[in-house]
């Protein structure tokens, strides 16, 4: 069972990506947060095919922080049903994977 895991979500703008990504490092629930403007996103929503800009936002983080980061996420987010979807890491630069687990200690 991995310990790191990278997560993901998607916001419209890039002042909310920014705004969204400077809170969770802040907040030592991810480690790294990085903003990728630019997607286009199609899906259904409401009964019709949405096609809109969107912002990705990649995110490291631990298994101990999966649980805080899910309890505080609806009330960071911008969307009514927030993407955050978690995949784990399997291996990694050991120098790396120490640096996640450090940033994340307050």
């Known amino acids: 069972m991995s310990q790191y895991f990278y997560a993901m979500t998607t916001v419209a703008t890039e002042a909310d990506a920014a705004q969204l990504a400077q809170t969770l490092v802040e907040q030592r629930l991810v480690a790294c947060a990085q ?27 631990t298994r101990e922080q999966i649980q805080p980061l899910k309890q505080v996420f609806p ?27 450090a940033s994340l200690k307050k």
Do not use: N
Request: hydrophobic content about 40%; aromatic content about 12%.
């Open 75 to 101: 009330a960071l987010h911008p969307y009514e049903a927030a993407e955050l979807i978690f995949l784990p890491i399997e291996d990694g630069s050991p120098s790396y994977l120490q640096w996640i687990e």
């Open 35 to 61: 903003v990728i403007p630019g997607l286009r996103s199609f899906y259904h929503w409401k009964g019709k095919v949405c096609d809109e800009a969107e912002c990705l936002i990649t995110m490291k983080t």
